[in-house]
């Protein structure tokens, strides 16, 4: 009888007790980096197996999750064969990823997210506005030049280099009554947007894809590319 107690108490704790647990510590901690809602799912066979750091399958939806100074209007997680610290969710209360056999994030970054996050990087720029089609990012600013305001234009792309997100900028011009027009699209250099290893996991970037009103950005660990 005791043997049998002791294996329903096993049951319990793994089927039911600790997904709860690790789920509600997952959606805390996508809280707490700024997400207004989080929802996740997770699920090993038999629970017992979250104890060990083995996850079978997760699912997680975020929205206005940061990572780094970069507010993301949307993340979707899926993810298969992933192996996190156990110790870390029963005594830090965080999950920190150590490896996955297939991992699947996408990112959706907004007009508003990405103008606030230039207007930190370019100080000298005031009253930016931003626009995204499938061509890029476009925005339009002032800067004041020589005690005048001039206007400003710009065109650029969201890309990746080196483990981090930058906009690049690939036009830039300047008018105003003193200067004319003047083309210095070499005067910026690239702009870091954030750095990927803000990220729980080292992943890499699959696509970056600009589409109306938004820049969405696709990462992935595990399978072949590690």
């Not at 969710?89 to 907004?110: K, Y």
């Not at 990087?121 to 339009?140: F, M, P, Q, S």
């Not at 400003?152 to 036009?171: K, M, P, S, W």
């Not at 027009?181 to 954030?194: E, Q």
Request: no cysteine.
């Amino acid at each position: 009888m005791a043997l049998a107690g002791v294996l329903a108490v096993i049951f319990v704790l793994g089927e039911t007790l600790l997904p709860a647990w690790a789920r509600q510590t997952a959606e805390t901690m996508l809280k707490d980096r700024g997400a207004a809602s989080a929802e996740v799912t997770l699920q090993s066979t038999p629970g017992i197996l979250l104890l060990l750091g083995q996850i079978d399958a997760v699912t997680a939806d975020a929205k206005g999750l940061r990572i780094g100074e970069l507010r993301m209007e949307r993340v979707q997680l899926t993810g298969s064969g992933v192996r996190f610290s156990s110790g870390e969710l029963f005594f830090d209360r965080r999950v920190h990823i150590l490896a996955a056999e297939n991992l699947r994030l996408a990112g959706t970054v907004s007009a508003d997210a990405l103008r606030d996050l230039l207007a930190k990087r370019i100080d000298k720029l005031d009253n930016i506005k931003v626009t995204i089609d499938e061509a890029g990012v476009h925005a339009t600013a002032e800067v004041k030049i020589f005690g005048r305001m001039a206007d400003v234009a710009l065109d650029g792309q969201v890309v990746e280099d080196a483990q981090a997100l930058y906009f690049h900028i690939t036009r830039l011009d300047i008018k105003n009554a003193l200067l004319g027009k003047a083309n210095i699209g070499d005067f910026f250099d690239d702009i870091l947007i954030t750095k990927l290893d803000a990220l729980p996991l080292k992943m890499r970037v699959e696509s970056v894809e600009h589409r109306a009103g938004a820049v969405v950005v696709r990462l992935a660990a595990g399978g072949n590319g590690e």
